[in-house]
């Protein structure tokens, strides 16, 4: 044997009884967990670290990880002794496994070597966790003390010892996870962005709300933000734990009342309301430096968590299809959630080990309630198309009722129109032969007189209660009741008045498609037969030429008569004489226009008036 060799097994023999005597840890053949053969002491009074050295009696450890929940007022210290049982210098990190921990401190023996935690880093860290690196000599023994302390977070831990090489492999795993695991969410977050853009529907706001609450409290709890963000957003961070748990579930909150449409459902949604406005309260009532109760906050948010399961259950079973991709969803996320609260208040301690668990339950979560946007999308289109068949089949019948009515309408009007039609016909034909009958016996008088001022008188008398009839003659024959074609009446009318005359009488008409009413057509009549009879009085020649010219001209008729006369109008008796009255008054007091009279060498008077 080497004298060498001979020498490291005697050093062997000698140091084993001391190493065996402290229960130190071999950091070179090292097969379990520290906690399991570290000691552990729970101060609530706030001793230094010289009392604890002193005096303190630290009790052994049996479990892989220590979880005190909420503990505000206790510092736990840790006891354990490492020894190097190689030839070699070994170096190793000690892993102090939780993100959250605030304050972190490391001793060996009565020496501070490092103060670390979320309350004392004055930069973002490259890990995780709480690391220390320690170095032991060969055949070295050490003892070391840990004091954690947190106020604000749960006082959980768990703690490994490797060497370099495997925890630079673990953290790298680990991180990587941690990123694919966020990035899911990021993605699904940019996602629903997207589809709250493009729909503007108020149910991606909400559930926008409630992935940016999940992204800001996983980040935090995973370690994330303790390694990017500023250390003063670090210190401020991880006092608002009671904020962004309130924050994660009124989110959440929100987002179940829009998706589920709880409005249609009054008790549920009275409940829903009510844990709304308690997360509001909370905030400012327990968490602040003087009342910090975050374990009020965590408590609502486990009985949202059921709730919203069985208001979802509940729901689906009332025939709402859209929720069930929200229970399914919701069920990953009330496992997930459920762990880390229980864990986060002290009554088991398996998050270190079940971490990235939580993680895909939270992702699985995340992706099923997008899912259930396409499922709600689905179920709406096809309630859509079946309303849309249902509402074209309902209108389908309402038209054909309509059109049945619209017939049944028409049918009548028809009837009363022709019903109407036909007593302005009679109406017309016995004004017809009522003026026929007057005209008659206006005929007899003045076959039976000789004086011929009279017959003269009857004559004129004769011609005006003609040009009334005429009017009930055309419209005897005709369709039209309400409008009368003034070139036929007026050429009518003319030669009426002609084969009453024994002089050569030739006409000219000029008249346009002049439909007037049965009123206006009426005093027209009459004034063309004053003015007729008038010229064929007094044209002194042996053929009288009579023009007639109607025209419509910027919305107002005109008619113009013209004789070859001398331009002599009723001369023997002046303007007093009852015809040219009754052409005046006709013409200003019942078609309100003008009346123009031109008699320089022949007759020539025009006439302007609206219908």
Not at 194 to 223: D, H, N
Not at 337 to 351: N, P, Q, V, Y
Not at 490 to 516: G, P, T, V
Request: hydrophobic share 45%; with cysteine.
């Amino acid at each position: 044997m080497k004298t060498s060799h001979l020498f490291a097994f005697i050093l062997l023999l000698l140091f084993l009884p001391i190493a065996l005597l402290y229960g130190a840890i071999d950091i070179k053949n090292m097969n379990r967990p520290l906690l399991l053969s570290s000691k552990i002491y729970v101060d609530k009074k706030g001793k230094t670290f010289e009392e604890i050295f002193k005096s303190a009696k630290f009790t052994p450890f049996n479990k892989k990880e220590i979880n005190f929940g909420f503990t505000r007022n206790t510092t736990l210290w840790i006891h354990f002794t490492l020894y190097n049982s190689g030839e070699q210098k070994e170096t190793k990190i000690l892993q102090i496994r939780n993100p959250l921990l605030e304050d972190v401190s490391l001793y060996r023996k009565t020496q501070k070597i490092q103060h670390k935690g979320t309350l004392y880093q004055s930069i973002p860290r490259d890990e995780l966790h709480t690391i220390f690196e320690i170095t032991l000599q060969p055949k070295e023994l050490q003892e070391y003390y840990l004091k954690v302390h947190n106020t604000t977070t749960t006082l959980r831990l768990s703690i490994r010892l490797k060497d370099k090489l495997n925890y630079l492999k673990d953290e790298y795993h680990e991180q990587n996870i941690i990123f694919i695991f966020l990035s899911i969410l990021g993605l699904l977050f940019l996602y629903n962005l997207i589809l709250y853009l493009y729909t503007k529907e108020k149910v991606y706001i909400f559930y926008l709300m409630y992935l940016f609450a999940l992204l800001f409290q996983q980040s935090t709890y995973l370690g994330i933000t303790q390694m990017f963000a500023p250390s003063w957003f670090v210190y401020y961070d991880n006092l608002a734990v009671v904020f962004k748990v309130n924050l994660l579930f009124i989110s959440a909150v929100f987002f179940a009342k829009s998706f589920l449409q709880t409005q249609r459902y009054e008790k549920i949604n009275k409940i829903y309301n009510t844990i709304l406005a308690l997360g509001l309260i909370e905030i400012p009532l327990f968490g602040t430096p003087w009342l910090y109760l975050p374990e009020v906050s965590i408590v609502t948010a486990l009985f949202f968590i059921y709730f919203n399961m069985y208001a979802a259950i509940y729901i689906y079973r009332q025939g709402e299809k859209e929720a069930r991709f929200f229970v399914i969803g919701w069920t990953f996320q009330l496992v997930g959630f459920t762990l880390m609260i229980i864990d986060g208040l002290g009554f088991i301690s398996i998050m270190g080990e079940l971490t990235d668990i939580v993680m895909f339950l939270t992702a699985l979560e995340a992706i099923v309630l997008s899912l259930a946007f396409i499922d709600r999308y689905s179920i709406y289109k096809k309630e859509k198309e079946r309303l849309d068949a249902s509402l074209m089949q309902e209108l389908k019948k309402r038209q054909e009722i309509v059109e049945l009515e619209v017939k049944k309408a028409t049918t009548q009007l028809k009837i009363s129109f022709e019903n109407e039609k036909n007593l302005l016909k009679e109406l017309h034909h016995r004004s017809k032969n009522n003026l026929q009958l007057i005209l008659s016996l206006v005929r007899m008088q003045e076959d039976e007189t000789e004086d011929k001022a009279l017959h003269s008188g009857l004559q004129k008398l004769e011609g005006r209660i003609n040009s009334i009839a005429k009017i009930y003659t055309i419209l005897d024959i005709k369709e039209n009741l309400q409008k009368i074609d003034m070139a036929t009446y007026i050429e009518e009318l003319c030669e009426d008045i002609k084969a009453l005359s024994q002089k050569n009488i030739h006409y000219e008409y000029d008249i346009r498609n002049i439909l007037l009413p049965l009123r206006s057509a009426g005093y027209v009549g009459l004034i063309v037969n004053e003015l007729v009879t008038n010229s064929i009085k007094y044209v002194q020649k042996e053929q009288i030429l009579i023009r007639i010219k109607m025209y419509e001209k910027e919305g107002r008729y005109v008619l113009r008569l013209q004789d070859n006369g001398t331009g002599f109008l009723l001369d023997d008796v002046g303007v007093e004489h009852l015809g040219m009255k009754l052409i005046i008054a006709l013409v200003e007091n019942q078609l309100h226009g003008t009346f123009t009279l031109q008699k320089d060498r022949d007759f020539n008077c025009t006439i302007r008036f609206s219908e």
